[in-house]
Every structure is written in C-alpha cells, then in structure tokens.
C-alpha cells in the first residue's frame, strides 16, 4: 500500500492514503476495444451537445425559457462527460491507475454533481411541460426566462453545497486497509467502503444520495405526468390534446433513457449475482449513453430545433451566395 498522510482533527487523527489505486477495468477481458468505444461516445457526446447548445444560441425563436433548460441540460451532459469518459481512457489505456487523493475527492465530486445537474434538469423540464399543459393560461406568467434562470440558479447552489458536505464526508474516515478502488473512477460508495473507522456519516450521506440523485426526482417527474395526464382528458378537441402530447415525447424519452438503465441496475444488483465486469461496464454505459443520446433525441424529435436548423441552414446558405456575389462583383 503507498504511503499514508495524517490528517488531524480536534485532537483526532484520519489516516489517507496519499494515492488510489483504480482496478475497476483492469480485469475485463478486451477492454482496449471499450476503450476505443468510449472514446468514440465521447465524441459525439461533445459534437451533439455543443451542436445544440450552437443552435439554441443562435435561433431567436428558441430563446424560451424551455430551450434555457435544454441548453442547460446539454451543458451538464458535455461536463458530466467531460469529467468521466477522458479521466477513465486515460487510467486504464494509458496505465495511469494511481490518482492522488486530492485529485480522487475532485473527481468524485464533478462527476456526482454533474450527474445530479442532469436528474435535476430533466426535472425542472417536467416543470416547465406541467405548467405548459394544465397552466397554459398562466404559463408564461410562471414560467419566464428570468424564472427559469432561478431555477437553475438553485439547482446548482443546492448540488454544489450537497456534494461539498458528501465528499467532505469522506474526510472523516481513515484508509489503513487497502487503497485499492475496484471501480473504473472515485465513485463514493466503492470508497467509503476502505474505511477502517467509524464511516456512518459516509453511510448516511451515500443514503441521501441514492433518495435525492435516483429516487426522488423520477417521482417528482412522475407525478407531474400523472397531473399532466388528467389534464389532457379534459381537452375536448383530439387535435389539441396530440399537440400536447407530442410536446411531452423528447422529454419522457430522455427520462426514460437516463432513469430506467440506474433503476434496474440497482434492482438487480440488489436480487441477483451479476458478475462484477459485468456490473463496471453497466453503470458505466448508464453514466456515458445518455449524454450522447439527448441532443440526438431533441434534434430529431422536436419540432422547433428542426425548424430552427433548417432556418439557420437557409439564413448560411443566403449569406454565403451574397458573399460570393460581392466577390464576384468586387473582381469585375
């Protein structure tokens, strides 16, 4: 086991290890192929995301309050990415599986709270389809640019500040057994687990984590489609109650995409033995699938985004034949 650094507190002492040692897919056999495959995730994971990010930036009709939580939802994706897939490539294929402790607390903390942005974001778009549908009267009176700005505004002060407190739980134990993380980045769990103290803070707080990150915003989301279904029976015309169907897909689809892969992850682990390569390579896909898969789905399954590329797409095409004439012009 490397080195040990002390840490003391209040008359107590907290043993660290000065570095971790990342096993998690050193083991899975072909692993340079995944390697290759995730490097391939990450880049149209960057490509998609900044694609939209681009077109909400630019289209004046997408400068809504809902095209705010999409062009922040895609931003979280990009960093959450970010924050994972190069760290992973880099310790497994390039043999770099010793990461400093301090280094290990920043990782887990951008890689959590990223994580968590994404849940929080599908939710407030929840919020902004049920006052879409059952307020439409009032919803632009509710749901405004500088509302939405708020909404965000919280989201990230009450992630960041929930985060701080779960990684600085982990200053609270000692590592004198092993440093070894059997995981393919510093996940909290896999970590709290090497304490060789007392870890119920640790404990406590990874319980706070599960309800807050993976329970309590799908059924938040939950409820609202329930109020948005009882809302949609009311409307007489079939015509009206499509459109506001169709509005609600893109959306549904991404929760589903990024909630159901950690649901059942976790209810399987908990009822049956999955071997553990097996397990690294599914929460990994859970963590990196998505982020790729939402810019495609909001590209392709919204009206608006379409429209607004096509309408960019024509604007470039005019301003590149005007440039040609003046050149054209300019020559003669």
């Not at 008359?11 to 971790?20: C, E």
């Not at 995981?183 to 319980?207: E, H, Q, W």
Request: with cysteine.
């Amino acid at each position: 086991m490397s080195s040990m650094q002390s840490n003391s507190s209040a008359n107590v002492t907290f043993v660290r290890p000065a570095t971790f040692f990342l096993s998690g897919l050193s083991n899975v056999p072909h692993a340079k192929y995944y390697y290759v495959f995730l490097s391939l995730v990450y880049v149209v994971t960057v490509l998609g995301n900044s694609f939209i990010m681009y077109i909400i930036y630019l289209a004046r009709r997408l400068h809504t309050a809902k095209y705010i939580a999409v062009f922040h939802l895609a931003f979280s994706d990009l960093c959450g990415s970010s924050a994972l897939i190069p760290k992973v490539i880099d310790t497994f294929l390039f043999d770099h599986q010793d990461i400093s402790y301090e280094a290990c607390m920043a990782n887990m903390f951008f890689v959590l709270h990223f994580m968590n942005m994404q849940s929080l974001t599908l939710l407030a778009l929840a919020y902004d389809r049920l006052i879409a549908i059952c307020f439409p009267l009032r919803y632009h009176a509710i749901i405004n640019k500088s509302a939405m700005f708020l909404i965000i505004g919280v989201m990230w002060i009450f992630s960041a500040t929930f985060f701080s407190v779960v990684v600085g739980s982990v200053s609270r134990i000692s590592f004198c057994i092993s440093n070894v993380i059997d995981t393919y980045y510093c996940d909290f769990a896999p970590v709290f687990r090497l304490a060789c103290n007392d870890n119920s803070l640790p404990i406590l707080m990874g319980k706070l984590c599960f309800g807050i990150l993976i329970c309590m915003p799908p059924i938040l989301i939950f409820v609202s489609y329930f109020c948005i279904s009882l809302a949609l029976l009311k409307i007489a015309r079939g015509v009206d109650r499509n459109k506001a169907i169709k509005t609600c897909t893109s959306h549904l689809m991404l929760v589903a995409i990024f909630y159901l892969p950690i649901l059942s992850n976790n209810i399987a682990y908990a009822t049956t033995y999955i071997n553990p390569n097996a397990r690294l390579i599914n929460n990994s896909l859970t963590q990196t699938i998505p982020p790729m898969l939402n810019p495609i789905i909001y590209t392709l399954k919204t009206d608006e985004v379409m429209q607004s590329i096509k309408e960019l797409y024509k604007r470039s095409r005019v301003y590149a034949t005007m440039e040609r004439n003046r050149k054209c012009h300019g020559r003669k």
